[in-house]
């Protein structure tokens, strides 16, 4: 199946400071790479849908202003959290949609990263 | 998205099979049954999908009611690395992926 990479795989940072998280598909190109959130025994969260050329679509809830969304090229979106606090420390997933073929017709699959473990001190 | 229920958490013996239910009562006609699976601090995994016919492959088989308002994902011989957090999601082909709390496997000795 398709490859997906995140880096870096965990990070500690000092409160205030920014930290970037990049998601790169690896084999193949994604127009649309997805950005999860996970708090520690919670499901994940979906927090924005990143289109390749264009704005992010954010989650209601979810501050675009604070969680930037970068997706300049079909194998890398980046997610930067800016003035980072401890309540933004968590599990932070990447992934990306891929079309395939199956029988008849193509479909749509889902590949995740690894995911960044953040924690802001 | 079609809202799905999962039990909590399901108990397996190594080399049984394991049976995961979920329901999706409300689950329209473009949407698709997604299977997927996440291991203590990894990314989600992806198992299975169907649209309406039972489905299998290398890792699981997926079970489709006729009505589609609930499925069973199905893993042959469970073994002590199948352990881990099962998540049933409904979407379109082309739709994002919300997920619910999923059933936490844990495959015992």
């Known amino acids: 199946g398709a490859v997906v990479s995140q880096h870096p795989s965990w990070v500690i940072c000092k409160s205030g400071t920014s930290v970037k998280i990049e998601c790169r598909s690896l084999d193949f190109q994604a127009t649309t790479m997805f950005w999860y959130r996970q708090f520690p025994k919670q499901s994940l969260m979906l927090m924005a849908t990143?289109?390749?050329?264009?704005?992010?679509?954010?989650e209601q809830g979810v501050e675009k202003d604070k969680f930037l969304i970068n997706h300049a090229s079909l194998t890398l979106s980046t997610l930067t959290v800016t003035s980072a606090h401890p309540e933004d420390s968590s599990f932070y997933i990447c992934?990306?949609?891929?079309?395939?073929?199956?029988?008849?017709?193509?479909?749509?699959?889902?590949?995740f990263g690894p995911g960044t473990r953040l924690t802001v001190l | 998205d079609a809202k799905t229920t999962q039990p909590t958490s399901m108990d397996c013996a190594e080399g049984r099979a394991a049976n995961l239910p979920c329901n999706h009562s409300?689950?329209?006609?473009?949407?698709?049954v997604y299977w997927y699976r996440q291991i203590h601090s990894q990314g989600p995994q992806y198992i299975i999908h169907g649209l309406k016919n039972n489905e299998t492959n290398e890792m699981a088989s997926l079970i489709i009611t006729e009505d589609r308002k609930s499925s069973t994902l199905i893993l042959p011989h469970a073994t002590l690395r199948d352990t881990a957090v099962y998540y049933c999601i409904v979407n379109t082909n082309a739709g994002k992926s919300t997920f619910g709390d999923g059933t936490t496997l844990t495959v015992k000795p």
């Open positions: 409300t689950i329209s006609g473009n949407e698709y």
């Open positions: 990143s289109n390749e050329g264009s704005k992010a679509t954010y």
């Open positions: 992934s990306s949609r891929v079309s395939l073929a199956g029988g008849l017709s193509s479909y749509n699959e889902q590949f």
